[in-house]
């Protein structure tokens, strides 16, 4: 058991791991989260579960995949029903608040933490329903809304910047006034909605990034994009399947920089107060987001997929008993956070039998990484049929249902643009690598368990013609954040 200490755990959305100055980007300007990450551990190689918000982040809280759960996309989301690390620590008489964006099902629900503020659910407690209809033989229609939010990236503001500061204002405030108060080690979960699109920032962050500088992402033209059916699917639903000119392209890229910059100077200002208030020292910070942003790469926008700039996700972490500049090579998970946070506020270890496949992170923290594979899966709107990964060391495997698998070196072409599946030296890594995937899951079965259980939801919303005819949710509001 390591030393208990308070943690603070930053929680973005959309940011990929790619995106940080301290995973190597060369002009992205994260001066915060850099030193986080350079004055404690960077996790090199983490993942999340399902590259959507609503199964990441359930998984986030559980430790648990979403197979394992049935929270499979943005409308069957986290309830309460599986135990969460919060609510491990509120049972044990821990303070554990959350400020910001949860995207869980309603904040009337128990779902774990002594207190939410300004808390962000899914819309009227139903969130996205219309991703039920992926299950139907029509398949989810094709969402104009989506290629249009992504046509606005430029200058301008958007909803949740503004959010985005409240939920600083409210952390800054709990850290002032109400961490003297605590007897116990506290957890305060700071959870932003940036840097969800559309990218659309003010003019002094979008300047920061001169359009003809931005690096251009890998395969984003018509000519280069790859050709798959399972990916043509997800551009034809999310209006994609035109392709964009280079513009857009750096209109995109540009913004996304500046709304990420825009995040990490909100997470400036609470380690700013934490460190006035003599925190530091008793305090671990955290950061991850629950998911990537293709933001043009392979000819995509957005997530849902299982490249890396979709699955891969920043993990950085400072405090006591972190040791300054260690870098963990090892596949990690989001299903590890779980154990890791219990460990970080010392709660007693669960014997209840409880399933979770991941394991605390403080051993590779403190030099003791151990080797696995990496999992993760999808069952969201944009996908006609479920997708699962599996990387073991190197060699990334992606299967679809029902299309044909994918393939790739991560070390010879960490940017994914060689797919090595048709390639015959491969064959025998692609069958060593399913073995492994089905030691997982039953991708077929569980391709039909969760398309049955979207399809039920269908039906308790009135059937596909009843969806249709509601609105699409292309991104979720903020809550109201008056005081």
């Known amino acids: 058991m390591t030393e208990t200490t308070n943690l603070i755990f930053f929680l973005s959305d959309n940011h990929a791991r790619s995106m940080l100055g301290c995973y190597g980007h060369p002009l992205v300007k994260t001066p915060n989260l850099d030193w986080i990450g350079n004055t404690g551990v960077r996790f090199d190689n983490a993942y999340c ?3 959507l918000c609503c199964p990441s982040r359930a998984t986030i809280a559980t430790g648990l995949y979403p197979h394992q759960t049935g929270y499979w996309d943005n409308g069957i989301v986290y309830d309460g029903q599986n135990p969460s690390w919060h609510g491990r620590l509120r049972d044990e008489g821990r303070t554990a608040v959350a400020v910001g964006k949860l995207h869980y099902q309603s904040s009337e629900i128990a779902q774990g933490f002594s207190d939410e503020i300004v808390t962000m659910h899914i819309v009227e407690g139903t969130g996205d329903i219309i991703g039920f209809l992926r299950a139907t033989d029509e398949g ?5 809304s989506f290629r249009e939010m992504y046509a606005k990236s430029g200058i301008g503001e958007a909803p949740y910047q503004n959010y985005d500061s409240d939920v600083t204002a409210r952390a800054i405030d709990w850290l002032k006034n109400e961490a003297p108060k605590q007897e116990k080690p506290w957890t305060l979960l700071v959870s932003y909605a940036s840097p969800h699109p559309p990218f659309t920032v003010p003019e002094r962050f979008y300047n920061m990034y001169p359009l003809e500088d931005v690096p251009m992402p890998v395969q984003w033209d018509a000519a280069s994009r ?3 059916p399972a990916i043509n699917h997800i551009r034809r639903v999310d209006c994609l399947a035109e392709p964009v000119d280079e513009d857009f392209v750096r209109r995109t890229v540009a913004g996304y920089c500046g709304l990420i910059s825009h995040v990490d ?3 400036g200002q609470v ?4 460190r006035d ?7 671990r910070l955290l950061y991850t987001s629950d998911h990537g942003e293709a933001a043009g790469n392979h000819g995509m926008f957005g997530k849902s997929t299982l490249y890396e700039h979709s699955l891969g996700v920043p993990l950085v972490m400072r405090g006591p008993g972190i040791p300054e500049g260690h870098v963990v090579d090892e596949i990690v998970s989001h299903v590890d956070l779980f154990d890791t946070v219990l460990e970080t506020l010392g709660c007693a270890d669960d014997e209840s039998g409880h399933q979770r496949p991941g394991i605390s992170l403080w051993p590779a923290i403190q030099g003791k990484a151990t080797a696995r594979p990496g999992f993760s899966e999808v069952h969201v ?3 006609k049929d479920a997708a699962y990964m599996l990387r073991d060391a190197n060699m990334k495997l992606i299967y679809h249902v029902d299309a044909p698998k994918q393939l790739f070196d991560l070390q010879a072409d960490p940017m994914e643009t060689n797919d090595l599946a048709d390639d015959p030296a491969y064959a025998e890594v692609i069958a060593r690598l399913e073995i492994e995937l089905r030691k997982f899951v039953d991708p077929e079965a569980t391709d039909a368990r969760a398309k049955a259980d979207q399809l039920v939801m269908a039906e308790n919303h009135g059937g596909p013609d009843a969806i249709l005819n509601m609105q699409n949710i292309t991104m979720s509001p903020p809550p109201t954040t008056e005081t």
């Open 49 to 51: 579960a399902s590259s």
């Open 140 to 144: 989810v229609p094709e969402r104009p």
């Open 226 to 228: 790859p050709d798959h």
């Open 265 to 267: 100077e909100q997470i």
């Open 271 to 274: 380690i700013s107060t934490a």
């Open 277 to 283: 208030g003599d925190l530091l020292d008793t305090t």
């Open 381 to 383: 709107k944009s996908t």
